[in-house]
């Protein structure tokens, strides 16, 4: 069964602190994504990586960076977390190609107070 | 630039109610890829099909069937006899050729027993 793992469910942090939040697949995927998702907007893409080590900026970057060091994972860090920043926040892998589907994880609900 | 419009934000229906989500895009290639996908309250979103821009072949899978139509730039999704356990969100997403999916904002479907 192929599997998209996020390091949390649930999260709660401070402002001002540094956040990661890690995804790990195991279905050695070339491409990554991170994605924010809030009520009325849908998925909004934040990082992705093409490769380990490549990254590019999606729509939402600002306030977030990416590692991808490994090629089974991605991380997001925010760093220096805010109250706008709290949302859903959702990784997903595919193979390379338009006609590849994209594997999601299930979810970091990340609250910062 | 491509987009997909998903105007449904919220259906409500009874059990065993047909209904229809609606899914346009845009895009200025020939060559491309339309997705749906479902997201459960447990927050992992699911792949449930792809269509390539040459094929426009309804399907037909149990009680879910998609109609894919390029001359109005759609691809939406019947669930027949809706069931309580269709509650989700459904997104639609357009794959060209920088790879990189571009989902709606999704359209929330609530079945009520």
């Known amino acids: 069964d192929v599997k998209v793992t996020q390091s949390s469910r649930y999260l709660v942090k401070r402002t001002g602190e540094k956040v990661f939040l890690e995804c790990v697949q195991d279905m050695d995927h070339e491409n990554m994504f991170w994605y924010r998702q809030d009520p009325g907007l849908g998925l909004r893409l934040i990082y992705f990586s093409y490769d380990v080590k490549m990254k590019e900026k999606g729509d939402i970057p600002e306030g977030y960076s990416v590692s991808r060091e490994k090629k089974e994972r991605f991380s997001l860090i925010l760093e220096s977390a805010s109250t706008n920043q709290t949302s859903m926040y959702l990784c997903?892998?595919?193979?390379?190609?338009?006609?590849?589907?994209?594997?999601f994880g299930q979810g970091t609900r990340l609250t910062v107070v | 630039a491509q987009k997909v419009t998903q105007a449904q934000t919220e259906i409500s229906v009874v059990e065993k109610e047909d209904v229809t989500l609606d899914c346009v895009y845009e895009t200025r290639d020939t060559t491309y890829y339309l997705f749906w996908y479902k997201q459960p309250p447990s927050g992992e979103l699911v792949f449930l099909i792809r269509?390539?821009?040459?094929?426009?072949q309804n399907e037909i899978s149990g009680r879910y069937s998609w109609n894919f139509q390029k001359s109005t730039s759609s691809f939406n999704f019947t669930i027949t006899a809706s069931q309580v356990v269709d509650s989700a969100v459904y997104f639609c997403a357009l794959v060209k050729g920088s790879y990189i999916p571009t989902f709606g904002r999704g359209t929330s479907l609530i079945v009520h027993p």
């Open positions: 997903a892998s595919r193979e390379p190609g338009s006609n590849t589907e994209a594997f």
């Open positions: 269509r390539n821009s040459f094929d426009e």
